[in-house]
C-alpha cells in the first residue's frame, strides 16, 4: 500500500516569506507526528495529532510555527516569515498503534 | 527526564564486524523500544523494536538486548555489510504516545 508521502520534496524560499509543507498519512492511521532535522542531527519533535483530540503542540519552537489536519488526514505544516535556522528537513510521520511510518521529508532552504 | 541517550555518535566498522548501538533511558514508564535505520535523502524506517518483557530479540543479523534494571538497551548487527551504513536512532514511548528518540549513531561498513 502506499506510504506516508510528503510534498514538495524540496522548497527552496527566500528570509521572511511563509511556507507551507504537506504530509498525506496512511490510510486509517490516527495518530500524526511533525519533526525538524537539521544536518546531521537527530529528530526534534514539533507537533503530534492524535484522532479528534486537541493536537500536542509542545515542540513547536516559536510562535511563527502552525499546524492543521484537515479531516484526520492531510497535514499541513506552516512556516511563517522563514528564519534561515528554519533550514532543515521536515519529516512527517504517521501511525495506527506504535510504530511510526515515516515520509521522506521536505528539504527547506531558507536563503 | 524524558531523556534518551544514544551512543556513539559514530561509528566505523569493516564489513563483517558486529557494531553495537547503546541507548539508556531515564523513565521507567517506557514500554516500547523501537530501533528506526535511515538512508540519506529517506525518512526512518523501523528496524527492530522490543518491550521490556524480553531481554533479547532477533531479526535476522539485528538483534537487541534489552537490559532493564540498567535501563538500557543496545542493537547488535552481525555480520556488517557495506548496505547497512546508515544513521540508527533508538526511541522509547510509553504506549504510542510521542516517542522520545537518541540523537542517533553515524555507521559506516567499509567494505
Known amino acids: 500500500g502506499a506510504g506516508v508521502s510528503q510534498s514538495p520534496s524540496n522548497k527552496v524560499t527566500e528570509k521572511g516569506k511563509d511556507v507551507e509543507l504537506r504530509c498525506d498519512p496512511i490510510?486509517?492511521?490516527?495518530?500524526l507526528y511533525w519533526y525538524r532535522q537539521s544536518l546531521g542531527q537527530g529528530l526534534e519533535f514539533l507537533i503530534y495529532?492524535?484522532?479528534?483530540?486537541?493536537?500536542?503542540k509542545s515542540g513547536l519552537p516559536s510562535d511563527r510555527f502552525s499546524a492543521e489536519r484537515t479531516g484526520g488526514s492531510v497535514s499541513t505544516l506552516t512556516i511563517q516569515r522563514t528564519q534561515q535556522e528554519d533550514s532543515a528537513v521536515y519529516l512527517c510521520?504517521?501511525?495506527?498503534?506504535?510504530?511510526?511510518?515515516f515520509g521522506p521529508g521536505t528539504r527547506l532552504t531558507v536563503l | 527526564q524524558q531523556q534518551v541517550k544514544q551512543s556513539p555518535q559514530s561509528l566505523i566498522v569493516q564489513k563483517g564486524g558486529i557494531p553495537i548501538i547503546n541507548c539508556a533511558y531515564e523513565?521507567?514508564?517506557?514500554?516500547?523500544f523501537p530501533w528506526y535505520q535511515q538512508f540519506p535523502g529517506k525518512g526512518p524506517a523501523l528496524l527492530i523494536a522490543i518491550r521490556p518483557d524480553v531481554s533479547e530479540k532477533k531479526e535476522g543479523r539485528f538483534t537487541i538486548s534489552f537490559n532493564k534494571s540498567a535501563k538500557q538497551f543496545s542493537l547488535h548487527i552481525m555480520d556488517s555489510q557495506p548496505g547497512d551504513s546508515a544513521t540508527y536512532f533508538c526511541?522509547?514511548?510509553?504506549?504510542?504516545?510521542?516517542?522520545?528518540f537518541g540523537r542517533g549513531t553515524s555507521l559506516i561498513v567499509h567494505p
Open positions: 495529532f492524535q484522532g479528534n483530540s486537541a493536537p500536542d
Open positions: 510521520a504517521s501511525s495506527l498503534a506504535y510504530t511510526q511510518y
Open positions: 523513565n521507567t514508564a517506557f514500554d516500547y
Open positions: 526511541a522509547a514511548s510509553r504506549g504510542s504516545y510521542i516517542p522520545t
Open positions: 490510510s486509517g492511521h490516527t495518530a
